[in-house]
Structure formats: structure tokens, C-alpha cells
């Protein structure tokens, strides 16, 4: 499709094809767009208005369409004001689907996907408990049951209209007979009349009498629908946790690593927009013993159906999605952290190496912790006195308490860190010698400690073969020819000012960095616990970008974990509210430029189009410059990987003329590269 671009850009300089034949575009995310990838597995709540019916499943929200059975999901990417709906209530009066989050932000939605935001509430400054318990609906009104009263929704004018401190946590609400009733308990509510100021506490009582079925909520479109609804399929994942990601041959690979609640493990496989729920839940009815907390997945690089998955119980392995065998000390080398309890034999790392052989990490394990399966079926375990430092339930010198992050860097070397408060530290090991380097006492250029609290995050190579380490104290940089240094200095990038003074803070001070990914162009994806995510430069001082979901689509701004799809740009932040991705502007570099590999979309720019211009398959640092039929030069710049993107601007910031602009490229020694066109039409 590319070489008929081309070929099509080639015939209209010629004056040979009409202009309407540049309708044939290849299909390509843009540059800056948002993605969300949201369960709607399960079913929560049923709403129905004639042939639309709204559907809340997994905290998401999606309509169905009965007369042509088209499925409309509904994100932070078309509308959605925020993510996490916790209750959803119709109005057939004002024709409008009220949608309340977990945070209290407030949603009223039509079926034509028109989408009104009510933030009053969620903005509040209280320090009553604003929490939502129910949605009752009195013709255009929503009356919301919250911690600290009642809060009335007027659906028809998008306003809150009253609100009633009545000092009590309410979890329902209800009016029969001109008497609004608040239930306090099962059977205990609060009562008053319509036509009382209801603004005013004394006029409520408190009461036992109130009919039997005040509180029961209209179920008929549930009843109705569920079997027809429970047969719909949405897309998107199964499950919307994704603590920890790879991705490895154009497969985004995915678990839970919910290492806080006894839940379920979650395996999830991204490929080509479809996804792979991995058989867990019935992992017990086959070992006799609960398949919880995945904290890592790999998969064989000889086999890329052949899964292993470490968790809390042990080393679980898969084929094709089903589950295959179990591995614990009955039949292996990995230990109870008491050395009994098989529901606490934690692999918290699994990684292969390039040949197929496995490496796991057992944490607080008694006597060894490095244990290699390898592609014959064969465990080895080895002593590794440098991870064994900790002391607990009795034993001395046992496994470092989280050990996690496993990588492979570009020598060949694996590194690992304990993300545990009990000796922070990251690990180099030499697979082929079993020998370990242990990065501990971290002190900075300057000759400061940095003490972190919790642990070490996670571990990252970048393209020059520098580690970085994520702290909750922010990155820490062990350069190069530092690593094999007997006491090794770790920097802390200083960032300039540029205030007229001379004074520089350290990179991202004290921020909780809880993943790093590096993109093809050397900039630093960077996900913290709280802050959002945010994109330093390829030389480590300048901020490029920083999403939250206060500027950005972000789900939230606790970022678990981050994936790169090199090849497209896309960048994958795992959340605590679910998965979403981002377009970015670098891919992976090609090795020479070519005029089958380099080209750019849009092509044609259509005059509606406002966004960027993106250049792919370039090589690294290359040097792109863009330049008129003529040959003045408008644009200039390098690439980013192997991308390199044009706002459809000349130097003074206005768009260019209608006209064809080429786009020329030489690598970073100064050889030059190739040349495409670039249609742009106003």
C-alpha cells in the first residue's frame, strides 16, 4: 500500500490520476491518540430505553443496540469524564443515563452519545464522606445516597439542585406516598415529607415503619435482559488488572501482580486487537490449591504458545492458554517463605534466556532463591549469598523479601531488584558463572545517600547501556562505566533551572517511580504512584511530557507498569483502573532508509486535518529535512527512533500552502538517505 502511495504522489505531479484517487491511506494510528483497552466482562447493572440498552460491566459502561445489534462502549477516549463507574441509573423522563465513579464525578449520558459532566460534587471540599451507595430515580430526578446525606440530581436541567447533610451515612433511598425515605440500616431510616424543607435536618425522623419493600430496586430490565446481554461481547480484556507487561513479538503479555488482595491470577495476551484469557479459574479444581497473585509471566522463545507464570503459590506453567503443571517444593527447588506453607512459595520473577532455558526467583526463600529450568525439563538451583540477607520467621539469611523486575540487558547479563523496604538494592547476575553484583548503598555524585523507603521498583536498560532504577525517591542512573566499579557512584540527573541561576534539582526528586520503559528513540517513559506518567528526553534533562489524568486520557495516576510496541509507537500503561496506550512519535530504527520502508501518513493531508505528520522507517538520530517542490527548506529536525513528525507548518508557524513536499533524510554520519512526498491539500 505504501509503493502505491508513492506511485499515486508520482502520477499527480504528472497531471496523469485525479486528486481523488489520494482517498487510498494506509490505516495508521495518529501520532497523540489515546486508547483505552477496558473489560466489559462482567455484567453489574441493566438499564433499557426502547431499542438502546445500557450496559454497566466491570465498572465500564457500553450500550446495545437491539434493531441493528451495534455495540457503543463508552470511555475516557469519546466523553467519559473519568473511569471506574460505580452505579448507573436511568431516567425516562429526561431521556438520560446517570453514571457516578468511584471518585463521586458524575456523568448524564443520551443515547445519541451526547455526554454532561456534573464535577460539583466530586470537587467538593468536605470532610464528610462522599461516597455514593445508590441512585434512586424520581422522574427527571436522581436522588444519590451518599455518606453524609442526600445529594439531588436534576437529570432534566444537568444541575444538583439540593443537597441534605443529614449527618448520617445513607445507603438507599426512596419515596412512597409524598415521603422520601433514607435507609440508615436494614431496619432503621430516616423520613420526611415531600412538602417540608427538606434542607432543614429537623425536619427528618428518625424510623422503624416504612414498608417492607421501600428499598427493593426495580429489577425488570435485569430480569428482562441479562440473557440477551449475557450473550453480547463487547471486546476488550477479560479482567482489568495489569500490574506487569511485556511485550515480545507483537504480543503485549499480561498479569495481575495484585500483590495486595487474595484474588484470582490474571494471564492476559494481547495480539492483533483480539485478546487471550489464560484458564485460571479452575486451576484449583486441578491441584487442590488456589492460583493466586501472578506476580510474572514469560514466554518459550522457542515456543511462543508455552507460557510459565510466577505467582504466590509457585511456578505455574501453560500451553496454549490451558493450564499444564504446577511446580512447588513437592516437586522442585522453590521454598516456603516459612519453609512449609505451600499457599506462600513465592516466584515473583520468571525470565528466558535466549537459548530456552528458564530463570525464576524465589523470594524469602529459606536457602536459595536463583533456580533455572531448563528446556530439557531439568531444575538447577544455585547459592547466591548476595540475594540472602533476610531475616524472618525464625531463619537468618534467607531471600531478599520481593525480589522482581527480572531483565536481560543487551551483554547478556541478568539484572533483578528487591522492591522490598528490608535492603533495597538491584542485582546483576552472570548466568553463565553464577556470579552476582549487588547494588546496594546507593550515594549520588554528590556524595549524598539516597535512602529509600520501600524498595527498588524496577530495573531498565537504556540504548546506551545505562541502568536505571526506579525508586520512591526517583530514578537513580548507574551509568556504565560504573556498573563493574567496586563502589559504583549513582547519578542523579541534575536538571537545570534556566532560571538566570546556576542551580539544577535532581530528575523527578522524590517521586515514586514504579516502572521505566525505554522508547527507540532513548527517551524515558516514566510511571510513578500518584504522579502520572512522564516522558524524559533522549539526554536525560528535559521533560517532555507529563500525563495525568487531569491533562491527558491517563486512566489514572497510578501507573503499575509500561509496554512498548516499537514498531507502531504505542506505548501501554498498566493501571490501577485498567490498560490504556498512547501514540507516540518513535518506533523502531530501520538499518538503512529505503523508498519501500520510509513514508508518511496522512498522505494526503486533508484540509480538516490538524494533527501531525509522521515520517517512519528512519534510522536512528537520522537527520529529516522538509523541503518544497521547489527545494526551500521548511521543516527540519531528527528523528525520534525511527519516527519523525511535521505539524504541516513552515518556519514562521503557518501552514503550508496546497502543494507537494518532500521529505528528505541522511543518516546521523551524514549519509543520505532516501526521499517521500507528502501531499497536502487546504
Given at each position: 500500500?505504501?509503493?502505491?502511495i508513492?506511485?499515486?504522489?508520482?502520477?499527480?505531479?504528472?497531471?496523469?490520476?485525479?486528486?481523488?484517487?489520494?482517498?487510498?491511506?494506509?490505516?495508521?494510528?495518529?501520532?497523540?491518540?489515546?486508547?483505552n483497552?477496558?473489560?466489559?466482562?462482567?455484567?453489574?447493572?441493566?438499564?433499557?430505553?426502547?431499542?438502546?440498552?445500557?450496559?454497566?460491566?466491570?465498572?465500564?459502561?457500553?450500550?446495545?443496540?437491539?434493531?441493528?445489534?451495534?455495540?457503543?462502549?463508552?470511555?475516557?477516549t469519546?466523553?467519559?469524564?473519568?473511569?471506574?463507574?460505580?452505579?448507573?441509573?436511568?431516567?425516562?423522563?429526561?431521556?438520560?443515563?446517570?453514571?457516578?465513579?468511584?471518585?463521586?464525578?458524575?456523568?448524564?449520558?443520551?443515547?445519541?452519545?451526547?455526554?454532561?459532566?456534573?464535577?460539583?460534587?466530586?470537587?467538593?471540599?468536605?470532610?464528610?464522606?462522599?461516597?455514593?451507595?445508590?441512585?434512586?430515580?424520581?422522574?427527571?430526578?436522581?436522588?444519590?445516597?451518599t455518606?453524609?446525606?442526600?445529594?439531588?440530581v436534576?437529570?432534566?436541567?444537568?444541575?444538583i439542585?439540593?443537597?441534605?447533610?443529614?449527618?448520617?451515612?445513607?445507603?438507599?433511598?426512596?419515596?412512597?406516598?409524598?415521603?422520601?425515605?433514607?435507609?440508615?440500616?436494614k431496619?432503621?431510616?430516616m423520613?420526611?415529607?415531600?412538602?417540608?424543607?427538606?434542607?432543614?435536618?429537623?425536619?427528618?425522623t428518625?424510623?422503624?415503619?416504612?414498608?417492607?419493600?421501600?428499598?427493593?430496586?426495580?429489577?425488570?430490565?435485569w430480569?428482562?435482559?441479562?440473557?440477551?446481554?449475557?450473550?453480547?461481547?463487547?471486546?476488550?480484556?477479560k479482567?482489568?488488572?495489569?500490574?506487569?507487561?511485556?511485550?515480545?513479538?507483537?504480543k503485549l503479555?499480561?498479569?495481575?501482580?495484585?500483590?495486595?488482595?487474595?484474588?484470582?491470577?490474571?494471564?492476559?495476551?494481547?495480539?492483533?486487537?483480539?485478546?487471550?484469557?489464560?484458564?485460571?479459574?479452575?486451576?484449583?479444581?486441578?491441584?487442590?490449591?488456589?492460583?493466586?497473585?501472578?506476580?510474572?509471566?514469560?514466554v518459550?522463545?522457542?515456543?511462543?504458545?508455552?507460557?510459565?507464570?510466577?505467582?504466590?503459590?509457585?511456578?505455574?506453567?501453560?500451553?496454549?492458554?490451558?493450564f499444564?503443571?504446577?511446580?512447588?517444593?513437592?516437586?522442585?527447588p522453590?521454598?516456603?517463605?516459612?519453609?512449609?506453607?505451600?499457599?506462600?512459595?513465592?516466584?515473583?520473577?520468571?525470565?528466558?534466556?535466549k537459548?530456552?532455558?528458564?530463570?525464576?526467583?524465589?523470594?524469602?526463600?529459606?536457602?536459595?532463591?536463583?533456580?533455572?529450568?531448563?528446556?530439557?525439563?531439568?531444575?538447577?538451583?544455585?547459592?547466591?549469598?548476595?540475594?540472602?540477607k533476610l531475616?524472618?520467621?525464625?531463619?537468618?539469611?534467607?531471600?531478599?523479601?520481593?525480589?522482581?523486575?527480572?531483565?536481560?540487558?543487551?551483554?547478556?547479563?541478568?539484572?533483578?531488584?528487591?522492591?522490598?523496604?528490608?535492603?533495597?538494592?538491584?542485582?546483576?547476575?552472570?548466568?553463565?558463572?553464577?556470579n552476582c553484583?549487588?547494588?546496594?548503598?546507593?550515594?549520588?555524585?554528590?556524595?549524598?545517600?539516597?535512602?529509600?523507603?520501600?524498595?527498588?521498583?524496577?530495573?531498565?536498560?537504556?540504548?546506551?547501556?545505562?541502568?536505571?532504577l526506579?525508586?520512591?525517591?526517583?530514578?537513580?542512573?548507574?551509568?556504565?562505566?560504573?556498573?563493574?566499579?567496586?563502589?559504583?557512584?549513582?547519578?542523579?540527573?541534575?536538571?537545570?533551572?534556566?532560571?538566570?541561576?546556576?542551580?539544577?534539582?535532581?530528575?523527578?526528586?522524590?517521586?515514586?517511580?514504579?516502572?521505566?520503559?525505554i522508547?527507540?528513540?532513548?527517551?524515558?517513559?516514566?510511571?510513578?504512584?500518584?504522579?502520572?506518567?512522564?516522558?524524559?528526553?533522549?539526554?536525560?534533562?528535559?521533560?517532555?511530557?507529563?500525563?495525568?489524568?487531569?491533562?491527558?486520557?491517563?486512566?489514572?495516576?497510578?501507573?503499575?507498569?509500561?509496554?512498548?510496541?516499537?514498531?507502531?509507537?504505542?506505548?501501554?500503561?498498566?493501571?490501577?483502573?485498567?490498560?490504556?496506550?498512547?501514540?507516540?512519535?518513535?518506533?523502531?530504527?530501520?538499518?538503512?532508509?529505503?523508498?519501500?520502508?520510509?513514508?508518511?501518513?496522512?498522505?494526503?493531508?486533508?484540509?480538516?486535518?490538524?494533527?501531525?505528520?509522521?515520517?517512519?522507517?528512519?534510522?536512528?538520530?537520522?537527520?529529516?529535512?522538509?523541503?518544497?517542490?521547489?527545494?526551500?527548506?521548511?521543516?527540519?529536525?531528527?528523528?525520534?527512533?525511527?519516527?519523525?513528525?511535521?505539524?504541516?507548518?513552515?518556519?514562521?508557524?503557518?501552514?503550508?500552502?496546497?502543494?507537494?513536499?518532500?521529505?528528505?533524510?541522511?543518516t546521523?554520519?551524514?549519509?543520505?538517505?532516501?526521499?517521500?512526498?507528502?501531499a497536502?491539500?487546504?
Amino acid at each position: 500500500m505504501r509503493k502505491i502511495i508513492t506511485t499515486i504522489c508520482d502520477f499527480w505531479i504528472k497531471g496523469i490520476l485525479p486528486l481523488f484517487l489520494f482517498t487510498f491511506l494506509p490505516l495508521q494510528a495518529q501520532v497523540g491518540t489515546w486508547k483505552n483497552y477496558l473489560s466489559y466482562n462482567h455484567i453489574e447493572q441493566i438499564y433499557a430505553s426502547g431499542d438502546d440498552i445500557f450496559v454497566r460491566a466491570s465498572n465500564g459502561l457500553y450500550m446495545y443496540n437491539k434493531k441493528d445489534q451495534s455495540i457503543t462502549t463508552f470511555d475516557r477516549t469519546n466523553g467519559l469524564s473519568d473511569t471506574n463507574i460505580k452505579l448507573i441509573g436511568w431516567s425516562k423522563q429526561a431521556k438520560r443515563l446517570i453514571a457516578v465513579y468511584q471518585n463521586s464525578n458524575i456523568d448524564l449520558i443520551e443515547t445519541n452519545g451526547n455526554i454532561t459532566n456534573i464535577s460539583s460534587l466530586y470537587s467538593k471540599t468536605m470532610t464528610g464522606d462522599k461516597s455514593v451507595n445508590d441512585i434512586y430515580i424520581d422522574g427527571q430526578f436522581a436522588y444519590l445516597s451518599t455518606g453524609f446525606g442526600i445529594v439531588k440530581v436534576n437529570m432534566q436541567k444537568v444541575e444538583i439542585t439540593e443537597t441534605y447533610h443529614l449527618g448520617k451515612k445513607i445507603l438507599a433511598t426512596s419515596i412512597r406516598n409524598n415521603i422520601i425515605y433514607a435507609k440508615i440500616n436494614k431496619s432503621t431510616a430516616m423520613s420526611a415529607s415531600l412538602s417540608s424543607n427538606l434542607l432543614d435536618p429537623n425536619n427528618w425522623t428518625t424510623t422503624k415503619d416504612f414498608p417492607a419493600d421501600t428499598f427493593i430496586s426495580d429489577q425488570s430490565d435485569w430480569e428482562t435482559y441479562y440473557d440477551l446481554i449475557s450473550t453480547l461481547k463487547p471486546g476488550g480484556p477479560k479482567y482489568n488488572l495489569f500490574g506487569f507487561m511485556r511485550f515480545i513479538n507483537g504480543k503485549l503479555i499480561t498479569c495481575d501482580n495484585n500483590k495486595s488482595d487474595n484474588v484470582t491470577a490474571t494471564i492476559q495476551v494481547l495480539h492483533n486487537d483480539d485478546w487471550t484469557s489464560f484458564e485460571t479459574e479452575t486451576v484449583y479444581e486441578k491441584i487442590g490449591r488456589s492460583f493466586v497473585n501472578a506476580y510474572a509471566v514469560d514466554v518459550d522463545p522457542l515456543d511462543d504458545t508455552h507460557y510459565f507464570v510466577g505467582a504466590r503459590a509457585g511456578l505455574f506453567e501453560f500451553k496454549d492458554g490451558k493450564f499444564v503443571n504446577h511446580y512447588n517444593s513437592n516437586n522442585s527447588p522453590i521454598e516456603a517463605y516459612n519453609g512449609t506453607s505451600l499457599n506462600h512459595q513465592m516466584v515473583t520473577g520468571v525470565k528466558y534466556d535466549k537459548s530456552g532455558d528458564l530463570w525464576l526467583i524465589n523470594s524469602s526463600a529459606p536457602t536459595k532463591s536463583v533456580i533455572k529450568y531448563t528446556k530439557s525439563g531439568e531444575f538447577v538451583s544455585y547459592d547466591v549469598p548476595q540475594v540472602m540477607k533476610l531475616e524472618s520467621n525464625g531463619y537468618t539469611n534467607k531471600s531478599n523479601g520481593e525480589l522482581a523486575n527480572i531483565i536481560i540487558d543487551s551483554k547478556g547479563y541478568m539484572w533483578f531488584v528487591n522492591n522490598n523496604w528490608y535492603r533495597p538494592a538491584a542485582y546483576r547476575y552472570d548466568m553463565n558463572n553464577n556470579n552476582c553484583i549487588e547494588y546496594y548503598n546507593f550515594v549520588n555524585q554528590d556524595g549524598t545517600e539516597i535512602n529509600t523507603t520501600y524498595g527498588v521498583r524496577c530495573v531498565c536498560e537504556d540504548k546506551e547501556g545505562n541502568m536505571w532504577l526506579g525508586t520512591d525517591l526517583g530514578p537513580i542512573l548507574l551509568e556504565k562505566s560504573q556498573i563493574e566499579a567496586e563502589n559504583p557512584i549513582y547519578t542523579q540527573v541534575k536538571v537545570p533551572r534556566n532560571d538566570g541561576t546556576n542551580y539544577a534539582d535532581y530528575l523527578l526528586n522524590k517521586m515514586d517511580i514504579t516502572a521505566i520503559a525505554i522508547d527507540a528513540g532513548n527517551r524515558k517513559w516514566m510511571g510513578t504512584n500518584g504522579n502520572g506518567v512522564y516522558l524524559i528526553s533522549a539526554d536525560n534533562i528535559t521533560q517532555l511530557q507529563h500525563f495525568t489524568t487531569e491533562n491527558s486520557k491517563l486512566l489514572s495516576n497510578i501507573v503499575k507498569s509500561i509496554a512498548i510496541n516499537e514498531k507502531t509507537g504505542e506505548i501501554f500503561f498498566g493501571t490501577d483502573n485498567g490498560l490504556c496506550s498512547y501514540i507516540s512519535d518513535a518506533t523502531d530504527i530501520n538499518t538503512e532508509m529505503t523508498k519501500d520502508n520510509v513514508w508518511a501518513y496522512p498522505n494526503p493531508v486533508t484540509p480538516d486535518y490538524t494533527g501531525l505528520i509522521t515520517v517512519v522507517g528512519l534510522t536512528y538520530n537520522a537527520d529529516v529535512k522538509i523541503l518544497s517542490s521547489n527545494g526551500a527548506l521548511i521543516a527540519e529536525g531528527r528523528s525520534n527512533g525511527g519516527s519523525f513528525t511535521w505539524d504541516g507548518k513552515d518556519k514562521n508557524g503557518n501552514r503550508v500552502a496546497s502543494g507537494i513536499y518532500m521529505v528528505a533524510t541522511a543518516t546521523s554520519d551524514g549519509k543520505k538517505g532516501t526521499v517521500c512526498k507528502i501531499a497536502i491539500l487546504n
